[in-house]
């Protein structure tokens, strides 16, 4: 049988490394001079995430995304500084994903902690569906991969939900960024199954 060879489409993710590459891998090599390493990184970004969330589940949108821009960064020095000292390993890969998650995660929290205190049940709800959307969409891709295929597509993978959420917090447009995560990540989420599926279909026809 003939071997299908999926090409992978570029998602954002990809695009923005290339472009700000020139600019943050100064930056990566400063931190590794200093002796940082790069799970310190890493755990930095987690903790940033921590405290956004804190100021979310107090209310305090525009402080919690100001966290969250200065922290954006992290989520790619970590890796880059990885691959500069020669450390990039599976399970660092491993560890940066599920920290990934847990960043998404707590700050998501943050903002449920603050709308159940609010009794504010419609947006308890889209934290609900953007969590579960967010699970699914990494969840999707995972056991994609597993299996072979590809399913780094959809018009909200996590880069596009943080330009979501970002300026969401800061100007104070905190519920319409909601609607836009719940509604969004599970219409990823079914881009990734149909994508699958084409793949195995033409997969079935060879």
Do not use: C
Request: charged letters at 20%; a positive charge.
């Amino acid at each position: 049988m003939e071997q299908v060879v999926h090409n992978e489409p570029k998602t954002l993710t990809d695009k923005l490394r290339q472009i700000f590459k020139g600019a943050f891998e100064p930056i990566a090599r400063f931190l590794l001079k200093l002796g940082i390493k790069p799970n310190t990184v890493t755990i930095s970004g987690l903790v940033g995430h921590v405290v956004a969330a804190y100021f979310a589940a107090r209310g305090q949108m525009v402080v919690a995304g100001l966290v969250l821009l200065i922290m954006a960064p992290v989520d790619y020095l970590d890796g880059m500084m990885a691959r500069l000292k020669g450390e990039s390993t599976r399970f660092g890969s491993f560890v940066d994903s599920v920290t990934d998650r847990y960043s998404e995660f707590v700050i998501l929290g943050g903002l449920l902690i603050y709308y159940t205190l609010q009794e504010n049940w419609v947006a308890v709800l889209l934290v609900y569906l953007a969590a579960t959307g967010s699970v699914l969409v990494s969840y999707i891709r995972n056991r994609a991969e597993i299996i072979g295929y590809d399913a780094k597509i959809g018009i909200l993978s996590r880069v596009e939900r943080y330009f979501v959420l970002i300026p969401g917090l800061i100007f104070n447009l905190t519920i319409p960024a909601l609607w836009i995560l719940a509604i969004f990540t599970q219409i990823t989420a079914l881009q990734r199954i149909i994508h699958v599926r084409k793949q195995a279909h033409r997969d079935m026809e060879v």
